[in-house]
């Protein structure tokens, strides 16, 4: 194989048994992140008294792949196979119904805490240096899916059948969401201000003491209750 002569990589080893390769071994970073941020600890601290024997897999641990397969193309807990079959950049990944098991475990109080903890993760990311320039806000709907009966899913605007959750972004970073069903408004004012409010919830203290800029496209328009008037 030739090799461009700006290019700095001296000799290509061009194999075909495929040994020791990956195509997500990008996807690893993401986990290793979660770690270094402690996310995946402060997930299991706040997931510990869903943990049924000290022998099990850390909800916490579980939780974050789990993320961590989303972000990689997942669209089921079962895709959770995908990180299981790479346990050379994964490590001993938990078992779908284990996935399951965990998800199943978190009621309101826990979803509380892994807020918290997410908030606790994104500050220290945002003190070493992923703090965007500006702060700013998005809220958007959009309709999911679904192609069986779920419990509180809809038939939506776009004639499907699924969900229509609520998001506020930042940037990239989802800050908050609400699961909607598919035939919640895209412009209900209750459901922005809730979410306008958790999205708040994660922003590190230093932020809310700047400027932050809300935006919101048009179905926003004919909401009865401006985001301003959420007290903060």
């Known amino acids: 194989m030739k090799v461009m002569g700006r290019s ?22 993401l986990a290793l992140t979660a770690q270094r941020l402690g996310l995946t600890d402060a997930l299991g601290f706040a997931l510990a008294e869903t943990r049924e024997r000290r022998s099990g897999h850390d909800p916490g641990r579980v939780l974050c792949d789990l993320a961590v397969m989303l972000a990689d193309g997942g669209r089921c807990v079962s895709d959770l196979v995908a990180l299981a079959s790479q346990p050379a950049l994964f490590g001993e990944v ?15 109080r826990e979803l509380d805490r892994v807020r918290a903890a997410r908030a606790q993760a994104r500050e220290r990311a945002w003190a ?43 940037g990239r970073e989802v800050l908050a969401a609400v699961l909607r069903p598919g035939n919640a408004g895209a412009n209900n004012a209750e459901d922005h201000l809730e979410v306008f409010e958790l999205a708040l919830a994660q922003l590190p203290p230093s ?6 800029l809300v935006r919101s496209d048009s179905a926003r328009a004919s909401c009865r209750c401006p985001l301003k008037n959420a007290g903060r």
């Not at 938990?94 to 309101?108: D, F």
């Not at 992923?130 to 939506?156: C, M, N, Q, Y």
């Not at 932020?207 to 932050?212: E, T």
Request: net charge negative.
């Open 8 to 29: 700095s990589i001296q000799k290509v080893d061009v194999r075909a048994d495929g040994t020791g390769l990956s195509s997500r071994a990008g996807t690893a970073l």
């Open 94 to 108: 938990a078992s779908v119904s284990t996935a399951r098991r965990v998800l199943l475990s978190i009621g309101e």
């Open 128 to 170: 070493a240096g992923a703090a965007p320039a500006e702060v700013i806000l998005d809220f958007d709907a959009t309709p999911i899916t679904a192609h069986s009966e779920k419990e509180r899913a809809a038939g939506h605007y776009k004639g499907g059948f699924g969900f229509h959750p609520l998001l506020a972004t930042c």
């Open 207 to 212: 932020a809310l003491d700047g400027s932050i």
